[in-house]
């Protein structure tokens, strides 16, 4: 099935998303993660793999309680901005789930106008171009 929660799940996936091998060592085709988020339009530049929903993209806590600081998820894989912030800097995005429709938002807490990805498809963020703030996975 792979990895991948809804939103209210949100509070235990945090370290995951941050620290897991799938978001950063493993190829975007072999990660078990099914949403990856590109730097650059077209599926280039740097990019991260993300197996659960995002509540802030400049703040993804890691076990969901407070800590120091804000934790940053961060582009990786080389290329076109590799180690800048997701948020507010992401052009196109990769959906390999077989059932869900992965949703970038426009602001936090999956809020705002949306960029939705079908099933098993890419797509250049139109909507969210450069001002995207969360992720989730939904159903119609």
């Known amino acids: 099935m792979g990895a991948f929660m809804t939103p209210s799940a949100h509070a235990n996936t945090g370290f995951e998303n941050q620290t897991s091998p799938e978001a950063c060592q493993r190829s975007q085709a072999a990660s078990d993660f099914k949403y990856a988020i590109y730097y650059n339009s077209n599926y280039g530049g740097a990019y991260r793999n993300i197996g659960y929903s995002v509540w802030d993209f400049a703040d993804e806590r890691i076990g969901g ?3 120091g ?3 940053p998820l961060k582009f990786c ?3 076109n901005g590799d180690l800048q912030g997701i948020k507010n800097n992401a052009a196109s995005v990769k ?3 077989s ?3 992965a949703v970038t938002y426009y ?3 999956y809020k705002g106008s949306a960029d939705w990805s079908s099933p098993r498809s890419q797509t250049n963020l139109s909507v969210t171009k450069n001002e995207n703030a969360s992720f989730a ?3 119609l």
């Open 65 to 67: 309680a407070p800590q």
């Open 69 to 71: 600081g804000t934790q």
């Open 77 to 79: 894989h080389g290329g």
């Open 95 to 97: 959906n390999k789930h």
């Open 99 to 101: 059932t869900y429709y």
């Open 107 to 109: 602001n936090s807490g």
């Open 137 to 139: 996975w939904q159903t």
